[in-house]
C-alpha cells in the first residue's frame, strides 16, 4: 500500500502531520498530485476553535480546501482529463439528485461532501481523489498558487452573480482580505464603474491601492465622511461594526450581500434599508464558477498570486495557519504538499 503525508488537525491548537494511505480513485474519480493549498479562514477558524457553527470537529480532519495540483491516475470512466494535466479542485461534491441539485443551486445542496468541513477530509496531504466533474484542467501560465485560489475567487465571483454587479454599478467591499480583494476583482472584472475597497488594516489598504482599487482606511476615518455611496455592496468583513457603517453608504435601491463570516449576530440599520429599499442577500459558497474564475485568471483581468504572502510546507502547517493571524502584513498563505 502506498503512503502519504498528511497534515491533520485533533483538536483545538493541535496539528500533527501522519503517514496515511494514499486514496485509490473511484471509476468516475481523478487522483490529484497536491501542489498547493490556500490557508482559509476557515481553516484557522477550526484551527483555534475546533468548530465552525454547528460544525464541530469531533474525529481528526484534515484541513485545506483551496487546491491545485497535477493529475497522477484517472479512474476507468473518466474522459477529460489525463496523467500529467495540471488542474485546480472544486472542493464540494453535491448529491446531483436533490431539488437544490437539479436547479442548478449546488452550493445549497444539504448532503455536500465538502472539503474539510467535518466529517469531510481536505487537501493539506499528498494526493486526494475527485470525481472529474469537479477537477478542471488549468493553463500553464495560471501558476500553481493561483490555480488553488481559483476557491476563493469563486466565492467572489459568487457575491458579483447574487448581487447582479453590471457597468451601472458603484461597488463597494467591506473588508480587505483575501475574500474582499477577490471580490473587488471580480467587480472590476464584472465592468462595475467604481470599486473602493474599506479596511482597517493599513498594509491591507496599501495591497488594495497596488491592485488598482480606491481604498478608505476606516480606522482613520469613517465611510460616511469618505464620501463613499454604493449601489453594491459585498460585505466581506464579518464585522458588525463594518457592516453597519457600509450598509448606511448603500444608495437607494442598493443590492447587499453578505459574504464574510464574523459574528454570528449582527445590528442592521433598519430605518436605512427599509426607506431606501435595499436588497439583502446571503451568499453562500459558490455553484458553477470555476470555467469563469479560470478565464478571469488566464486573461489578466484577476491577479491572485498578489495575495500570496507566504508559503509553507505539510510540515508547517501549523506556521501557515497562525501565520495571519500574528503578522498584520501576512494576507494568504499557501501550503505546499511537495516541498516540505
Ligand atoms: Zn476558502
Ligand atoms: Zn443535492
Given at each position: 500500500?502506498?503512503?502519504?503525508?498528511?497534515?491533520?488537525?485533533?483538536?483545538?491548537?493541535?496539528?500533527?502531520?501522519?503517514?496515511?494511505?494514499?486514496?485509490?480513485?473511484?471509476?468516475?474519480?481523478?487522483?490529484?498530485?497536491?501542489?498547493?493549498?490556500?490557508?482559509?479562514?476557515?481553516?484557522?477558524?477550526?484551527?483555534?476553535?475546533?468548530?465552525?457553527?454547528?460544525?464541530?470537529?469531533?474525529?481528526?480532519?484534515?484541513?485545506?480546501?483551496?487546491?491545485?495540483?497535477?493529475?497522477?491516475?484517472?479512474?476507468?470512466?473518466?474522459?477529460?482529463?489525463?496523467?500529467?494535466?495540471?488542474?485546480?479542485?472544486?472542493?464540494?461534491?453535491?448529491?446531483?439528485?436533490?431539488?437544490?441539485?437539479?436547479r442548478g443551486r449546488y452550493n445549497?445542496?444539504?448532503?455536500?461532501?465538502?472539503?474539510?468541513?467535518?466529517?469531510?477530509?481536505?487537501?493539506?496531504?499528498?494526493?486526494?481523489?475527485?470525481?472529474?466533474?469537479?477537477?478542471?484542467?488549468?493553463?500553464?501560465?495560471?501558476?500553481?498558487?493561483?490555480?488553488?485560489?481559483?476557491?476563493?475567487?469563486?466565492?467572489?465571483?459568487?457575491?458579483?452573480?447574487?448581487?447582479?454587479?453590471?457597468?451601472?454599478?458603484?461597488?463597494?467591499?467591506?473588508?480587505?482580505?483575501?475574500?474582499?480583494?477577490?471580490?473587488?476583482?471580480?467587480?472590476?472584472?464584472?465592468?462595475?464603474?467604481?470599486?473602493?475597497?474599506?479596511?482597517?488594516?493599513?498594509?491591507?489598504?496599501?495591497?488594495?491601492?497596488?491592485?488598482?482599487?480606491?481604498?478608505?482606511?476606516?480606522?482613520?476615518?469613517?465611510?460616511?465622511?469618505?464620501?463613499?455611496?454604493?449601489?453594491?455592496?459585498?460585505?466581506?468583513?464579518?464585522?458588525?461594526?463594518?457592516?453597519?457603517?457600509?450598509?448606511?453608504?448603500?444608495?437607494?435601491?442598493?443590492?447587499?450581500?453578505?459574504?464574510?463570516?464574523?459574528?454570528?449576530?449582527?445590528?442592521?440599520?433598519?430605518?436605512?434599508?427599509?426607506?431606501?429599499?435595499?436588497?439583502?442577500?446571503g451568499a453562500f459558497r459558490y455553484?458553477?464558477?470555476?470555467?469563469?474564475?479560470?478565464?478571469?485568471?488566464?486573461?489578466?483581468?484577476?491577479?491572485?498570486?498578489?495575495?500570496?504572502?507566504?508559503?509553507?510546507?505539510?510540515?508547517?502547517?501549523?506556521?501557515?495557519?497562525?501565520?495571519?493571524?500574528?503578522?498584520?502584513?501576512?494576507?494568504?498563505?499557501?501550503?505546499?504538499?511537495?516541498?516540505?
Amino acid at each position: 500500500m502506498e503512503t502519504m503525508k498528511v497534515s491533520v488537525l485533533r483538536g483545538q491548537h493541535d496539528v500533527v502531520t501522519e503517514e496515511r494511505a494514499v486514496p485509490v480513485p473511484a471509476q468516475d474519480e481523478v487522483l490529484v498530485q497536491v501542489a498547493s493549498v490556500g490557508v482559509c479562514g476557515s481553516d484557522m477558524h477550526y484551527y483555534e476553535h475546533g468548530r465552525i457553527g454547528p460544525h464541530v470537529v469531533k474525529a481528526p480532519l484534515v484541513l485545506g480546501h483551496e487546491a491545485s495540483g497535477v493529475v497522477a491516475q484517472v479512474g476507468s470512466e473518466v474522459t477529460s482529463l489525463t496523467v500529467g494535466q495540471r488542474v485546480s479542485v472544486e472542493p464540494g461534491v453535491p448529491c446531483r439528485a436533490c431539488a437544490q441539485c437539479l436547479r442548478g443551486r449546488y452550493n445549497l445542496c444539504p448532503d455536500v461532501k465538502f472539503f474539510a468541513t467535518p466529517p469531510y477530509d481536505g487537501a493539506f496531504c499528498e494526493f486526494v481523489a475527485m470525481p472529474e466533474a469537479f477537477v478542471y484542467a488549468v493553463p500553464d501560465h495560471v501558476s500553481d498558487d493561483a490555480a488553488g485560489l481559483l476557491e476563493p475567487l469563486s466565492v467572489g465571483v459568487w457575491a458579483n452573480r447574487r448581487s447582479q454587479v453590471s457597468p451601472d454599478d458603484a461597488v463597494l467591499v467591506s473588508g480587505a482580505g483575501p475574500i474582499g480583494l477577490a471580490s473587488a476583482m471580480a467587480a472590476r472584472a464584472y465592468g462595475a464603474r467604481s470599486v473602493v475597497v474599506a479596511d482597517v488594516n493599513p498594509h491591507r489598504i496599501e495591497l488594495s491601492r497596488q491592485l488598482g482599487f480606491e481604498a478608505v482606511d476606516v480606522s482613520q476615518r469613517p465611510l460616511g465622511e469618505a464620501g463613499v455611496s454604493a449601489d453594491v455592496l459585498l460585505e466581506c468583513s464579518g464585522n458588525a461594526r463594518a457592516t453597519w457603517d457600509a450598509i448606511l453608504a448603500v444608495a437607494p435601491a442598493g443590492r447587499v450581500a453578505l459574504v464574510g463570516m464574523g459574528q454570528d449576530e449582527v445590528g442592521l440599520p433598519l430605518p436605512h434599508i427599509q426607506d431606501h429599499e435595499l436588497t439583502l442577500t446571503g451568499a453562500f459558497r459558490y455553484a458553477n464558477t470555476w470555467p469563469t474564475a479560470i478565464d478571469l485568471v488566464a486573461s489578466g483581468r484577476v491577479d491572485l498570486d498578489a495575495l500570496v504572502t507566504g508559503h509553507f510546507g505539510l510540515e508547517q502547517v501549523e506556521d501557515a495557519l497562525t501565520a495571519p493571524s500574528s503578522d498584520p502584513r501576512a494576507v494568504k498563505s499557501m501550503v505546499r504538499p511537495g516541498r516540505s
